[in-house]
């Protein structure tokens, strides 16, 4: 079988978690026999020059559905002979669009995995961080978002209604990231969830085996892992969390890993905040702190399927998260395996993290089960539901 995975951005690591998991995927694909290509719109700023590069082809006009674009992917179908076009990507109307054309022009078969909620928009929008440090900034600024809030709502339902309905209409399948998602997407397009037969749901992988957990190796360690981004992995509400969990536990310490545009504000305010013990590492590969940190914690407004969350249970890290994404059932099971807390209750959230602090022996129960949880994860599980979907696609007239 020939695949091309194609996407917005360079494949890398750095890049993003879809990124990262496609990489598995065509990976998994290869290992399995078959011939996989990528194909990029344009260079990520995350990649390091002189890291690992992945082989991968790059479109000559970027990221848009151009007339040059249009030709090249289409004469690389032809070339490599791709008979399944894999759009990770396809909540990029210039993307879709692109990939609805090659494949009308080639003889391609068109996947669209749809890498997020997908009322991510409606999320993004509702749950905007507050800026400004006066009370009448705040005030002004909550008054002009009561006003234009509706109005921006319905355009953006609107939007993506559209969006959603020409990628299926137009894909021989289309993949969402859990089974809790498909409500959602079929509610945008106004669908019948039951008639919708090429609207199919796979979880994605995870390339960690599930660690040997050994309680006495972890330390008074919790993590925030994610791309510091105030619209979406709100690392602000973590360093407001951990305000409050400073002062109750004085012998722990949150380690936020990653970078973005939202660095330096996040430093000032930890600084205003005048947090001790909590540090920014920057882009680390996260596997030696999964080691050894406790906790997990996730804050963000909305995800698809969080891979740094899945990862971490895998080292038997124990998840605190919001629950503000229908995908987080699929990873925790609130007080089995972890705590599912009513978004965006702050006071919540700091009470269950207090409360994990507090019990060792919950931790450690709560790590065992997530563990044993996430062995739906692996690859070994995931990967055979993709490839009786290609053969499934190939075979239909």
Same mark, same amino acid.
């Given at each position: @079988?020939?695949?091309?995975?194609?996407?917005?951005?360079?494949?890398?690591?750095?890049? *993003? #978690?879809?990124?990262?998991?496609?990489?598995?995927?065509?990976?998994?694909?290869?290992?399995?026999?078959?011939? +996989?290509?990528?194909?990029?719109?344009?260079?990520?700023?995350?990649?390091?020059?002189?890291?690992?590069?992945?082989?991968?082809?790059?479109?000559?006009?970027?990221?848009?559905?151009?007339?040059?674009?249009?030709?090249?992917?289409?004469?690389?179908?032809?070339? /490599?002979?791709?008979?399944?076009?894999?759009?990770?990507?396809?909540? !990029?109307?210039?993307?879709?669009?692109?990939?609805?054309? +090659?494949?009308?022009?080639?003889?391609?078969?068109?996947?669209?995995?749809?890498?997020?909620?997908?009322?991510?928009?409606? @999320?993004?929008?509702?749950?905007?961080?507050?800026?400004?440090?006066?009370?009448?900034?705040? +005030?002004?600024?909550?008054?002009?978002?009561? !006003?234009?809030?509706?109005?921006?709502?319905?355009?953006?339902?609107?939007?993506?209604?559209?969006?959603?309905?020409?990628?299926?209409?137009?894909?021989?399948?289309?993949?969402?990231?859990?089974?809790?998602?498909?409500?959602?997407?079929?509610?945008?397009?106004?669908?019948?969830? /039951?008639?919708?037969?090429?609207?199919?749901?796979?979880?994605?992988?995870?390339?960690?085996?599930?660690?040997?957990?050994?309680?006495?190796?972890?330390?008074?360690?919790?993590?925030?892992? *994610?791309?510091?981004?105030?619209?979406?992995?709100?690392?602000?509400? @973590?360093?407001?969390?951990?305000?409050?969990?400073?002062?109750?536990?004085?012998?722990?310490?949150?380690?936020?890993?990653?970078? *973005?545009?939202? @660095?330096?504000?996040?430093?000032?305010?930890?600084?205003?905040?005048?947090?001790?013990?909590?540090?920014?590492? #920057?882009? +680390?590969?996260?596997?030696?702190?999964?080691?050894?940190?406790?906790?997990?914690?996730?804050?963000?407004?909305?995800?698809?399927?969080?891979?740094?969350?899945?990862?971490?249970?895998?080292?038997?890290?124990?998840?605190?998260?919001?629950?503000?994404?229908?995908?987080?059932?699929?990873?925790?099971?609130?007080?089995?395996?972890?705590?599912?807390?009513?978004?965006?209750?702050?006071?919540?959230?700091?009470?269950?993290?207090?409360?994990?602090?507090?019990?060792?022996?919950?931790? #450690?129960?709560?790590?065992?089960?997530?563990?044993?949880?996430?062995?739906?994860?692996?690859?070994?599980?995931?990967?055979?539901?993709?490839?009786?979907?290609?053969?499934?696609?190939?075979?239909?007239?």
């Amino acid at each position: @079988m020939n695949i091309l995975i194609i996407g917005e951005n360079e494949f890398h690591p750095r890049t *993003g #978690g879809t990124e990262s998991v496609s990489l598995l995927l065509g990976d998994e694909f290869r290992r399995a026999g078959h011939n +996989v290509w990528f194909v990029a719109c344009r260079r990520s700023g995350y990649v390091v020059e002189g890291s690992d590069i992945h082989e991968q082809s790059m479109l000559p006009g970027g990221a848009e559905n151009s007339e040059g674009n249009l030709e090249a992917l289409s004469r690389f179908v032809r070339e /490599h002979e791709v008979q399944i076009i894999m759009n990770q990507f396809c909540h !990029l109307p210039w993307l879709t669009d692109l990939c609805i054309d +090659v494949r009308q022009r080639t003889e391609a078969k068109l996947v669209s995995t749809l890498h997020i909620n997908p009322d991510y928009a409606i @999320m993004r929008l509702l749950n905007l961080p507050r800026k400004g440090n006066s009370a009448i900034e705040r +005030v002004g600024r909550d008054l002009l978002r009561r !006003l234009q809030r509706p109005s921006a709502l319905r355009r953006a339902c609107r939007r993506f209604s559209a969006i959603y309905k020409r990628v299926y209409e137009n894909s021989d399948r289309t993949v969402l990231l859990s089974e809790n998602y498909r409500r959602t997407f079929c509610r945008m397009i106004a669908a019948d969830e /039951h008639n919708l037969d090429r609207l199919v749901a796979i979880l994605n992988p995870t390339p960690i085996a599930s660690q040997r957990l050994d309680m006495s190796e972890k330390e008074n360690i919790v993590l925030f892992v *994610g791309r510091m981004d105030i619209a979406h992995k709100r690392p602000d509400r @973590m360093l407001r969390i951990w305000s409050e969990i400073e002062k109750r536990h004085p012998s722990w310490e949150l380690v936020l890993l990653g970078d *973005g545009q939202a @660095m330096g504000q996040m430093k000032r305010l930890k600084g205003r905040l005048k947090l001790k013990r909590a540090t920014f590492t #920057g882009f +680390v590969p996260p596997e030696e702190y999964y080691r050894r940190a406790s906790v997990i914690c996730m804050t963000s407004s909305y995800e698809g399927l969080p891979m740094t969350l899945i990862e971490a249970i895998r080292f038997g890290v124990t998840p605190v998260a919001f629950d503000s994404f229908e995908s987080l059932s699929d990873i925790v099971d609130d007080g089995t395996d972890g705590f599912r807390v009513a978004p965006f209750d702050m006071k919540a959230y700091v009470g269950r993290l207090s409360q994990l602090l507090d019990d060792g022996e919950l931790r #450690g129960r709560m790590a065992v089960n997530a563990i044993r949880k996430s062995d739906r994860f692996a690859p070994e599980v995931i990967i055979p539901q993709w490839l009786e979907m290609f053969d499934k696609i190939l075979k239909e007239a």
